[in-house]
Nanobody
Framework: VQLQASGGGLVQAGGFLRLSCAAS????????MGWYRQVSGKQRELVAR???????NYADSVKGRFAISRDNAKNTVYLQMNSLKPEDTAVYYC??????????????WGQGTQVTVSS
């Protein structure tokens, strides 16, 4: 399984971006999908995650501004980021909790996409 993230870029404060992350491969289902972010020298932190049934958790810092969603048919998770702030600047990573049809389970990460918010 591979996770491919896209949609990062440079935006002014108050602007918006939409990130996408698609899981591809054979014979698997995706349980929880999530977005994390990491600033150089700091730990990676949870931004938002969503289960296959649609239950959602957000970091307090993004509540009301970011929205996570997913398309189970496409094994894709999205992160709509509105009212962006300079402190949202980070590399954003998606991950997916994968179950193979044979029963094994693994956590995969996407390659990361840079989000830069200028003041």
């Amino acid at each position: 399984v591979q996770l491919q993230a896209s949609g990062g870029g440079l935006v002014q404060a108050g602007g918006f971006l939409r990130l996408s992350c698609a899981a591809s491969g054979n014979s698997f289902s995706v349980n929880i999908m999530g977005w994390y972010r990491q600033v150089s020298g700091k730990q990676r932190e949870l931004v938002a995650r969503i289960t296959s049934s649609g239950s959602i958790n957000y970091a307090d810092s993004v509540k009301g501004r970011f929205a996570i969603s997913r398309d189970n048919a496409k094994n894709t998770v999205y992160l709509q980021m509105n009212s962006l702030k300079p402190e949202d600047t980070a590399v954003y990573y998606c991950n997916g909790d994968i179950t193979y049809y044979g029963g094994s389970r693994a956590l995969y990460w996407g390659q990361g996409t840079q989000v830069t918010v200028s003041s």
